[in-house]
T-cell receptor, first 113, second 117 residues
């Protein structure tokens, strides 16, 4: 059984650029959630995907968007990057209707200059 | 709206002593509660959860937590701390009564645990 993987590990962008982060869910999981963890804070829920559709969203603007693919992997896209978008982005997968436990990937560290 | 509070930014304990990390929550219905641990430059590792049933739940690495509904608390405990337990600990809550709440965890700000030899 493979765990949750994320790519890339680190990323540096400049303000105004766009970025795509990727996540492969754990084997057997069908739901993916994305979180933003700013330095010194707890993770903040961005949104989740189930059956390739967004199914719940936190207080993040529309420039944060995502996709889920038929193999349950997912992408997080952020447009018009701002300095405050610098954070660790965490992906978590789970299997809806079972144990309700989310398993997290190692994260992608995004730095916006 | 759901919320989680971890009142201590840091907990210091000597190796071999009991460790307690505090968490209180606020939800409209019956909560689902979780503890995760984060090591430097790593993602979150699941420790344990309370969904229903016995108020004392046991998890990974010798950790346990007690759900107290009257005090709206879910404190994490370990009888004998190890130096390797030094990490950042997060409490999280999900309100299953909230629409589209699956996969939506509300995290506390985290508590840094420092275990000294």
């Amino acid at each position: 059984e493979t765990g949750v993987t994320q790519s890339p590990t680190h990323l540096i962008k400049t303000r105004g650029q766009q970025v795509t982060l990727r996540c492969s869910s754990q084997s057997g999981h069908n739901t993916v959630s994305w979180y933003q963890q700013a330095l010194g804070q707890g993770p903040q829920f961005i949104f989740q995907y189930y059956r390739e559709e967004e199914n719940g969203r936190g207080n993040f603007p529309p420039r944060f968007s995502g996709l889920q693919f038929p193999n349950y992997s997912s992408e997080l896209n952020v447009n018009a990057l701002e300095l405050d978008d610098s954070a660790l982005y965490l992906c978590a997968s789970s299997r809806r209707g079972t144990t309700d436990t989310q398993y997290f990937g190692p994260g992608t560290r995004l730095t916006v200059l | 709206a759901q919320s989680v509070a971890q009142p201590e930014d840091q907990v210091n304990v000597a190796e071999g002593n009991p460790l307690t990390v505090k968490c209180t929550y606020s939800v409209s219905g019956n909560p689902y509660l979780f503890w995760y641990v984060q090591y430097p430059n790593r993602g979150l590792q699941f420790l344990l959860k309370y969904i229903t049933g016995d108020n004392l739940v046991k998890g990974s690495y010798g950790f346990e937590a007690e759900f107290n509904k009257s005090q709206t608390s879910f404190h994490l405990k370990k009888p004998s701390a190890l130096v390797s337990d030094s990490a950042l600990y997060f409490c999280a809550v999900r309100d299953p009564a909230e629409a589209d709440s699956w996969g939506k965890l509300q995290f506390g700000a985290g508590t840094q645990v420092v275990v000294t030899p």
